[in-house]
Structure formats: structure tokens, C-alpha cells
């Protein structure tokens, strides 16, 4: 008998700094996965069947080139 999967899909906040996160956390639930752009390695976290939620902009928006701590830096 093959091995079901159970997990759940996960939850991922893009961008969110502000009281928006508290915002988004009363309507979605606390995020699994938060990241501070949306950039190429927060591209690699994202699995089939999770769930994305952007504080501004698209959901067809191309990743950033640069990461997120090098805004930062």
C-alpha cells in the first residue's frame, strides 16, 4: 500500500511589515514561511500546492534577481 501524504499545504507571507501582517494573520492564520521579498529563494521554499500571500503587488509577479538580505546590507 503506497504512503499517503497528510501535510497540510504550507503558508507563505511575501513582504509583509507593517500592521498588514496582522491583517493578513486574521484572515489566512500565522504563515508557515515568511519572506522579506520575493526573490529566487523564496521561490525554491514554495512546494506544489502551497499557498502564497503578497503584501503588495501580483501574484504573477517575477522574483527579484537579488535576495532579500542584500536590500538589507
Known amino acids: 500500500m503506497p504512503a499517503r501524504d497528510d501535510r497540510r499545504p504550507a503558508l507563505h507571507f511575501v513582504g509583509f511589515r507593517d ?9 489566512w492564520g500565522k504563515p508557515d514561511f515568511w519572506h522579506i521579498t520575493w526573490d529566487r529563494y523564496a521561490t525554491h521554499d ?8 503578497f503584501a503588495k503587488g501580483e501574484w504573477t509577479q517575477e522574483p527579484r534577481s537579488y535576495s532579500g538580505p542584500d536590500l538589507v546590507e
Open 19 to 27: 500592521d498588514r501582517y496582522w491583517n493578513a494573520v486574521k484572515v
Open 46 to 53: 514554495v512546494a506544489p500546492g502551497d499557498v502564497v500571500i
